[in-house]
């Protein structure tokens, strides 16, 4: 059953009140720049790639038994630590 669609919706980034037009894609934030600054915030939020690495690379570890479970990620190494 499909449900009605809305005649207004909050901005995702600012929260300020959207009108939505009788056609067409729903809106999700009220202006571009707002689109653009919910998109940056939601990236930066998101851990890094090499930061997914290392979890994943501890999770096997962790899994193989070379790591106690409750053993937390260690920081990462400064480039000077590395002989
Ligand atoms: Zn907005």
Redesign the pocket.
């Given at each position: 059953m499909p449900t009605a669609r809305p005649t207004s919706i909050t901005?995702a980034?600012?929260g300020?009140p959207v009108t939505v037009n009788p056609l067409g894609r729903l809106p999700r934030?009220?202006?571009a720049s707002?689109r653009v600054a919910f998109s940056l915030r939601r990236k930066h939020q998101r851990p890094s790639a090499r930061d997914e690495q290392r979890r994943v690379i501890w999770d096997v570890l962790i899994d193989a038994g070379i790591v106690a479970r409750d053993q937390p990620l260690p920081p990462m190494r400064k480039a000077e630590d590395t002989p």
């Open positions: 901005c980034n600012c300020a934030h009220c202006s707002c």
